[in-house]
């Protein structure tokens, strides 16, 4: 051997053909089924969705709502949640295309524009049945929606296969998405929930003796990515009577 020889160091050509092999594996599976079927752990704690309220990204392990995963707001009728929902759906509008699966058909599309979204980016749904909400929500996804809100004040029973098919969906394109409301979800969804946050509402926001507002504080139930136990407040401006004061006031 020369002396400009590089030295191998023992064990390095077996780790060189590990990697090798380990890469034709990985390149085999995501070309026979799909791109997100097989990613690295760590890939699912980095990269969320910016929500516009930093307290609210630091909720999440990844600074936003997780991509590739399903989450929860949950919250009861005047808790907060339906208008947060709303909320994160405008502004992530603003620059992306998101979609809205109105389960029990009670918002508007002038209800984002309302927060400032921009509804040529929004597409809406109104499932006469649960599985087709679910299965649209899926579809719109694989299409190229980045962001999908789930609306629902109480959530009905489906097939285990459903939500599974729209977490393959979000994983292979590396979308989010959330559902917002109610107090209890099928155990099928709950057990594929990334992340749940509960929603409570601690006052109303007035301005000039008008209810312009709403408070709320946020509190991580349970988690898949990170430890349980982080909270945040928030206030969530009304459109009306104050459109200026519209969205979410963050304390930061």
Known sequence: MGLDTPRRLPGERDRQLRHHALQGALAGIRRRYGPGVVRLGGDAQSGGLKTGASSLDALFPGLGIPRGRLSWLEGGPGEGAFDLGLVLLAEMSKELPVALVDFGQSVDPGDVADYGGRLENCWWVRPARPE?????????????????????????????????????????????????????????????????????????????GDVAGIRVRLDVVRSRLGPPGAACRLKIGFPRPYPNRAGIVDPG
Do not use: K, M, T, Y
């Not at 394109?173 to 979800?185: F, H, I, K, N, Q």
């Not at 709950?190 to 301005?207: D, K, Y």
């Open 132 to 208: 087709q909400g679910w299965a649209a929500a899926r579809a719109l996804v694989l299409a190229g929606v980045d962001f999908c809100l789930l609306l629902a004040g109480r959530w009905s029973p489906v097939d285990r296969a459903v939500p599974a098919v729209l977490l393959a969906a979000l994983e292979e394109r590396g979308a989010a998405a959330l559902l917002a409301g109610g107090s209890e979800v099928p155990a099928v969804v709950g057990g594929r929930l990334g992340v749940q946050i509960s929603c409570r509402r601690e006052g109303w926001a007035n301005v000039h």
